[in-house]
């Protein structure tokens, strides 16, 4: 196919569910699989007066490459690091008191998208096949769980305020 019914074919599918590629990315991720000799041009072909459009097939090495992915990405445990437990282990200590509002903020954002995937995935249920159903299940069930780990961070906030202060004063040569 073209890199036009790729895009559509992205969009249908609701690549930005299952991936970080970006349905506008797929034109340079196109140019890099050309390089990599994962997919070869076929034809070009023109209808009408659209542009001309180039013809793209997955060659064997990419059969192979794209194999491959698949059982990695079975295989694979992926849990990246969150930069906001770098923050957390290095509070400023100047904004302490803040940290009840960022916080209750934070829950606030994950329930948002908690409700907003949970209704997307209500309204595509009968499209969905019963593996792609059990993946968006999955990001809810990670999303339920970040929530109950900020609720549970959002208990001890007063006793973290505390210890911070605790540390940043028996660090202070002025103290």
Known sequence: MHGHQLRLLAEEEHLDLWTDIT???LYGAIKRLAAEELI??????????????????????????????????LREIVLKPDPFDLVLTRLDPDHLDDLPLVIGARITSLEAMLT????????????????????MEHRVVRLRAEIAWHERLASQLHKLIIDERARRDSHDPTG
């Not at 041009?41 to 992915?69: C, F, H, M, N």
């Not at 907003?116 to 993946?135: C, D, G, K, P, V």
């Open 23 to 25: 349905v506008g990315g």
């Open 116 to 135: 907003e995937y949970e209704a997307h995935t209500r309204a595509i249920a009968r499209y969905l096949t019963l593996a792609e159903s059990l993946a």
């Open 40 to 73: 070869e041009e076929v034809r070009t072909e023109q209808v009408g007066s659209y542009p001309q459009r180039k013809i793209w097939r997955i060659t064997d090495a990419g059969s192979q490459t794209l194999s491959s992915l698949r059982l990695s990405g």
